[in-house]
């Protein structure tokens, strides 16, 4: 079973809906997911599109895990850090910092995980991108904040020495699926500049007019990645 998680993007998109829904039980709260023969879909923000600081991420990965994922890959919406990295582009990241919270399935066991991005996985990702033709940069690092509030100026300025996007979800569900031992890959769509790094200051019509603008995108992508798995 290969799982897509999708985020923002896709929270208004048709391209699951007739897919069979499930509704799945786990420990951390009831989860629905939409299948389609070996692919499961999850949407991170749910049925009742919570915001991403709220996401029960064990609960939606515990699931997951439950239907038998060998596979997660997500799209994730980001600002950019760089001004190479352009609004309207992809990143498929090959690493990330979150040094605050994260959610862990060990908070009553001595276990520790060392964190990654399948590397297969990600490559895979890219391949479809250049076939497609998407503007997508190979590697980078992903900064993972809490929400649900955007970056300060300040806090910007002190990331992006250290990262190139920044976001609110990814290493969260990373860290899950690694501590499932379930590959991960993340496909970042970049929906703005992050505060602070153009001239014109950010606002909210810009990242939502850009969240459309990239959707058409993500589902010729996620249509791509579908269709390859049924012809191999």
Known sequence: MKAIIGGTSLLDSS????????????????????????????????RKKVPPHV????????????????AVTAINSVGSMKIAMKPGSFVIPNDFIAPWVIPTFYNSQMRFTIPSLDPALSGTLRSHCEQLGLPVTWGGV??????PRFETKAEIDFLRKYADIV???????????????????????????????ARKPLTMQEVEDN?????????????????ADLSS
């Open 167 to 197: 976001g609110m979800t990814m290493a969260s569900e990373a860290t899950l699926s690694a501590e499932c031992e379930i590959p991960y890959a993340s496909l970042c769509s970049v929906d703005n500049y992050a505060n602070g790094i």
């Open 15 to 46: 391209l699951f809906r007739e897919w069979d829904e499930q509704n799945i039980q786990t420990p951390y709260g009831e989860v629905q997911v939409r299948q389609a023969g070996n692919f499961v879909f999850l949407q991170r923000h749910g």
């Open 211 to 227: 969240i459309r603008s990239n959707r058409d995108t993500i589902e010729l992508l996620v249509r791509t990645l579908l269709g």
């Open 142 to 147: 992903y900064a993972q904040t809490i929400g």
């Open 55 to 70: 996401i029960n991420h064990q609960a939606n990965i515990w699931a997951l895990k439950t239907m038998g994922a060998t």
